[in-house]
């Protein structure tokens, strides 16, 4: 069983960057697809990132050329460098597999785009 612990979420200015970063308590070196996903208020949960194991990764258009998805399958880490942030990006942030496993949803890492 994988436990995922995201962080790294704050309060930031719009053009401001985060970075994320969810941590696994078990390995995730044999999951394909790792993910960052988000939830806006009144919205559904989407997609916005992921990466497999070779470092072919996937963006959502809303993000592509303003955030860079990572992972480091020896700290058993997945990354998510956000940069010129805007205020649509406000959301919780999860980390999971792409497709996610019902079990494997954490309690997400809000962020905060002011304007």
């Known amino acids: 069983q994988v436990q995922l612990v995201e962080s790294g979420g704050g309060l930031v200015q719009a053009g401001g960057s985060l970075r994320l970063s969810c941590t696994a308590s078990?390995?995730?070196?044999?999951?394909?697809?790792m993910g960052w996903y988000r939830q806006a208020p009144g919205k559904q949960r989407e997609l916005v990132a992921s990466?497999?194991?070779?470092?072919?990764?996937k963006y959502a258009d809303s993000v592509r050329g303003r955030f860079t998805v990572s992972r480091d399958n020896a700290k058993n880490t997945v990354y998510l460098q956000m940069s010129r942030l805007k205020p649509e990006d406000t959301a919780v942030y999860y980390c999971?597999?792409?497709?996610?496993?019902?079990?494997?949803w954490g309690q997400g890492t809000q962020v905060t785009v002011s304007s």
């Open positions: 078990g390995s995730i070196f044999t999951i394909n697809y």
């Open positions: 990466c497999n194991t070779v470092g072919s990764k």
């Open positions: 999971n597999a792409d497709p996610p496993k019902l079990d494997y």
